[in-house]
């Protein structure tokens, strides 16, 4: 399943189990993000992430290097709230549901 290799490239967590659909949440800016969950344990500490190149500063004809996730941390769901993006709060409103 792409979500499960996805994880594991952003993170080096490989989780096993079964996945559950959680649904599909369309983001502010049109993009559709179908979101699954999966109960695991992995430590934040222990992230480590596969990168990705882009021109940076912009228009500068430079390239660098940067890591998809830069820290991993769990966090109780109100704190959550607050650290997330706008769109991505339905996606916690129906993990906490179900």
Same mark, same amino acid.
């Given at each position: *399943?792409?979500?499960?290799?996805?994880?594991?490239?952003? %993170?080096?967590?490989?989780?096993? !189990?079964?996945? /559950?659909?959680l649904? %599909?949440? /369309? @983001?502010?800016?049109?993009? @559709?993000?179908?979101?699954?969950?999966?109960? !695991? &344990?992995?430590?934040?500490?222990?992230?480590?992430?596969n990168?990705?190149s *882009?021109?940076?500063?912009? $228009?500068?004809?430079?390239? @660098? &290097?940067?890591?998809?996730?830069?820290?991993?941390?769990?966090?109780? $769901?109100? &704190?959550?709230? %607050?650290? *997330?993006?706008?769109?991505?709060?339905?996606?916690?409103?129906?993990?906490?549901?179900?």
């Open positions: *399943m792409a979500a499960k290799r996805e994880f594991q490239e952003e %993170t080096g967590f490989e989780l096993d !189990g079964v996945s /559950r659909l649904g %599909t949440f /369309r @983001q502010p800016g049109g993009k @559709q993000l179908i979101a699954y969950a999966l109960e !695991g &344990d992995c430590d934040p500490s222990a992230l480590v992430s990168s990705f *882009m021109e940076w500063p912009p $228009r500068s004809g430079k390239f @660098q &290097d940067f890591p998809e996730a830069d820290l991993g941390a769990w966090f109780a $769901r109100a &704190d959550a709230e %607050t650290k *997330m993006l706008k769109g991505q709060k339905p996606i916690l409103d129906c993990l906490h549901q179900s």
